[in-house]
Each structure stands twice: as C-alpha cells, then as structure tokens.
C-alpha cells in the first residue's frame, strides 16, 4: 500500500489542523492505520491508531483530548485532526498502515507499522 499524507503547515498555539493520508489499493479497510511525528533533533513518536472499522482509536498521552484519528474507508483516507496545538506539537507527522494481520493490541500500542507515507510538517509557532 502507498500513503501520501498531505495538510501540514503552520498555525499558531492553540489552533487547528487536519491532516489527511490517502492510501493506493482496494485492500484499505483491512489495514490498521496509525500516525507518528518525529520532532526536530528527535526520534519518531507514536501520536495514535484507529482500527479497520474506524469504531477504535488508541493515542500517545500527550495528544489525548486533542487530537482525533479517523477514517474513510470508501475514501481510502484516514484523517488526523489537531486542536489545541501546542508549540512541541511542532514535528513532520507520518501516516503509516499495519502489515495484514497484525493484532490490535500491537498496534494500538505503535508497532507492526511497515508501510510509510512521506512526511507532511506541522509548525506550532508560540
């Protein structure tokens, strides 16, 4: 599966934002899709998860209350909505899609991702 994740830019404290992921392929609904952001000078972090249905959301305790996963499957989009940004919010965020067949309870918890998209930046000026 291909990912482009796009509707990263800047905005200040305590604005919104709402990133999107397309996916490629007619297999989207069977893949757990998830979100991750590396930070300047840091490694990547898990931010959440959404299961196939998109009924299941898991996050990272710094986004909890702010931010939301969802996801189209008729559109083969999964969605990150920010609210509440905060300057260290500030990272290029990845969408990324499970291998087929991974377990919820390890993807819930940020592994068995295998499958990235390009990156999009999200800039939280103070």
């Known amino acids: 599966v291909q990912l482009q994740a796009s509707g990263g830019g800047l905005v200040q404290a305590g604005g919104s934002l709402r990133l999107s992921c397309a996916a490629s392929g007619r297999t989207f609904s069977s893949y757990l899709m998830g979100w991750f952001r590396q930070a300047p000078g840091k490694g990547r972090m898990f931010v959440g998860a959404?299961?196939?249905?998109?009924?299941?959301?898991s996050y990272a305790d710094p986004v909890i209350g702010r931010f939301t996963i969802s996801r189209d499957n008729a559109k083969n989009t999964v969605y990150l909505q920010m609210n509440r940004l905060k300057p260290e919010d500030t990272a290029v965020y990845y969408c990324?899609?499970?291998?087929?067949?991974?377990?919820?309870?390890?993807?819930?918890?940020?592994?068995?991702?295998?499958?990235w998209g390009q990156g999009t930046l999200v800039t939280v000026s103070s």
């Open positions: 959404i299961n196939w249905g998109g009924g299941v959301t």
């Open positions: 990324a899609a499970s291998k087929m067949g991974s377990r919820w309870s390890s993807v819930s918890r940020g592994y068995e991702f295998v499958y």
